[in-house]
């Protein structure tokens, strides 16, 4: 027995090298035969047979329907050999309308729901063409595209449809392929067309302009996108990322109340999966302001109802909502599809000029098709016309000739014809012979000759083939145009902790070591002069509450230190906590240090430049800065002021460089002098004298003149008075001023000035924590040098430390609400309450 030698059959390779080859293979079947589409037709092989076949089976828009298992059935057999559920499920989605934006198939039956739910089993549901695929399978039977062989060589198959529809753009395609991806949105017909008709106007057309015909993606679902820098990237160099949101608007509820109803959601977001993801942060708590949420959705369209408690503000809710759920998504756009076969990533502008030359190829290839059958016609006709011409001696030769070859050769011999000409007399039925006949014949034949003259002009001609591209998208959009579904908000999308947190107003308490925290204003009850009033913070024997102030959750703190030092906080980040919570040290809160003592916090919302701060030192020194100088702080702080050694900063207040000062000293005097006579400085001066002191004598408060206003100037033994601002006259700074309090043992020395009026409340804190709010119209306005009246009763051992002004909001149901704005016109937008120096 011979022995056959089989290492002869064996190739000794490399296995990095049959790796590498292999895997390359692979890679480029997936790209080309699998996971992306043609930038011609828009089109993945699967999608491109499945319409193909049906187009074969005459499943044509006018005609019935038939089983998704036909048309399943003969993909498979026919042109793509995997499985049955990828050629189905490619067919489930071109029927979806929340998945294309003009979808290709017409289904009747269950296709699946944007809610995720499956489509039935393909013996249960039916198919056939929509209109639009109609468009794009028109003249592939006039040899416009090329055909190949299918997988077994049986049969042929286009490798790219005519497509008058811009299918990639208009359609958009997403595909996952082997080291790279594409993900290109669905766009406006109307929109596309015009952006075509532009190009083949103008081809030098750049990519710029051509976004004033593309504003951007429109999805079947609708919605909002944001920000055009995010378009504008993809259009001009094919890569970018598009910020999608549901649409929601707020309804009144006829209870009472208000609830979000969302109409719209972004593209290829589950709608049940969305639901669940809101009812998962209520009952997290993550949002605490929904009361009910159901889904009212029916064959009219989305609605889902989020019912909102009543205290709720609808705009927080929405951008909660927005931040944690899939009712805001992003679409990374990337526009790659195969040019020639060959994966690249291109712009909007190269987009559409491959499907513009695409469509300048079918015009070309159609008319060379429509010319030579038009030419073969003619050509056939010119034989019967000399036939019917000479029909005696036609009829005379075809009687004596035997046989219908020997007729045949005869015709071609006397007449000159051809074969094709000789079979075409002879297969002439004698009723053309009739008069109307022969003049039918006469008409065809000069309109078969007309025709051909057209379609010559039209091959000699590149301007008239474009021109009949461009009419033929006209009639497309025409046809099929719609409006534009999603909207284009030019605002960019940036979440701010802001946008998720209500602006309300909140009452700020700083102790003497530095604990801090925020309470809400109505927590403190309003009460009479020369009341107890009620705890504000539970502290230890050695602290209590030196700062007390009003200031929204959106505000900037501008927090100086009595160094001079100037740190940022926003309100919302000082932590929340109870009336008789300690809150927590300043120190975690900003970055300063343990032996930094705050002296003033201003609440400001803009850093405006024609605005100042004026700074008051316990020395009497005075400076005048801009407020803009301090729009830029960094971790560690900056410096707002100089100060001396032995100095220490007392107070810090917001002008409109025009206003009128007074500064008041501890041992009862007080100067007021005109805000001009000091002029502007940079962060790091030192400051000009404001007032002359005494010795022993030391600033305690600088207040910012109102008109018709008075002061208010209570003493560490619970005294106090208010008298009118007018009392004061202006003098020149750097004097020692005027008295402003009788002091004696029993009022004790003076700890705090506020500027008030008889709208104004005011809230006196005691060293023992004690706070007690009453209106400032109870404190009667009296003369300069008077010693005043009891404002506060004191516990034994305990003393006032400080004094807070607060605005009440007099149009509020409940008296015991509180209104952060300012009274005065002049005042908008400072702070609504500022923190005094006490004193060491």
Known sequence: METIDRTERVEQRLLEDEMRESFIDYSMSVIVQR????????????HRRILFAMHELGLSPTRPYKKSATVVGDVLGKYHPHGDSAVYDSLVRMVQDFSLHYPLVDGQGNFGSIDGDGAAAYRYTEARLAALAGEMLADIDKETVDFTPNFDDRLEEPTVLPSRLPNLLVNGSSGIAVGMATNIPPHNLREIVAACERLIEEPETPVEELLEYVPGPDFPTGGLVYGKTGIRDAYTTGRGRVVMRARAHVEE????????????????????????????????????????????????????????????????????????????????????????????????????????????????????????????????????????????????????????????????????????????????????????????????????????????????????????????????????????????????????????????????????????????????RQQRRGGRGIAGMDTKEEDWVEHLFLASTHDYLCVFTARGQMYWLKVHEIPLASRISRGKPVVNLLNISKDEKIASILRVREFDLDRYVVFATRSGQVKKTS??????????????????????????????????????????????????????????????????????????????????????????????????????????????????????????????????????????????????????????????????????????????????????????????????????????????????????
């Open 35 to 46: 996971a992306l589409p043609d930038v011609r037709d828009g089109l993945k092989p699967v």
């Open 253 to 524: 509820r006829p209870s009472g109340g208000e609830r979000l109803i969302v109409t719209e959601i972004p593209f290829m977001v589950n709608k049940s999966r969305l639901v669940e993801q809101i009812a998962q942060l209520v009952r997290d708590r993550r949002v605490e302001d929904i009361s009910d949420l159901r889904d009212e959705s029916a064959r009219d369209g989305i609605r889902v109802v989020i019912d909102l408690k009543r205290d709720a503000i609808p705009e927080i809710v929405l951008n909660k909502l927005y931040k944690h759920t899939q009712m805001q998504s992003t679409f990374g756009v990337i526009m790659l599809a195969l040019v020639n076969g060959v994966p690249r990533v291109m712009d909007l502008k190269t987009i559409l000029g491959h499907f513009i030359e695409h469509r300048h190829t079918v015009i070309v290839r159609r008319t060379e098709y429509s010319l030579r059958v038009a030419r073969e016609r003619e050509h056939i006709l010119e034989g019967l016309k000399i036939a019917v011409d000479n029909i005696d001696e036609v009829v005379k030769m075809i009687r004596a000739s035997k046989t219908t070859e020997e007729a045949a050769a005869s015709l071609r011999e006397r007449f000159g014809l051809s074969d094709k000409q000789a079979e075409a007399i002879l297969a002439m039925r004698l009723s053309r012979l009739t008069g109307m006949e022969i003049e039918k014949l006469e008409e065809e034949l000069a309109e078969i000759r007309a025709t051909i003259e057209d379609l010559e002009s039209l091959m000699a001609s590149r301007d008239a083939r474009m021109d009949v591209v461009r009419e033929e998208l006209v009639e497309l959009e025409a046809k099929y145009g719609d409006d534009r579904r999603s909207q284009i908000v030019d605002a960019e999308i940036s979440f701010n902790p802001e946008d998720l947190i209500a602006d309300e107003q909140m009452v700020i308490t700083i102790s003497h070591q530095g604990y801090i925290k925020r309470i809400a204003p109505a927590t403190y």
């Open 627 to 840: 407020l803009a100088a301090y729009r830029h702080v960094r971790s560690k702080g900056i410096n707002a002021i100089n100060i001396d050694n032995e100095d220490r900063l007392i107070d810090a207040r917001l002008t409109d460089g025009d206003n009128d000062l007074i500064l008041a000293t501890r041992k009862g005097m007080a100067i007021r002098f005109s805000e001009r006579d000091v002029r502007g400085m940079g962060r790091a001066a030192r400051g000009v004298r404001g007032v002359r002191l005494k010795e022993g004598d030391e600033v305690v408060g600088a207040v910012v003149v109102r008109e018709g206003a008075s002061l208010l100037t209570v003493t560490s033994r619970g005294g106090g008075k208010r008298t009118s601002v007018d009392g004061y006259r202006v003098q020149r700074r750097g004097g020692q001023g005027l008295i402003n309090f009788r002091l004696s043992e029993k009022t004790g020395d003076v700890v705090g000035v506020r500027e008030v009026t008889d709208d104004d409340e005011l809230m006196l804190v005691t060293r023992n924590g004690v706070i007690n709010r009453q209106p400032a119209s109870q404190i009667r306005v009296i003369g300069r040098a008077t010693q005043g009246v009891r404002v506060i009763a004191l516990d034994d051992g305990d003393e006032l430390v400080d004094i807070a002004k607060v605005a009440i909001d007099l149009d509020a149901d409940d008296p015991d609400l509180m209104d952060g704005d300012v009274g005065s016109e002049e005042e908008a937008g400072e702070e609504a309450l500022e923190a005094g120096e006490t004193g060491e």
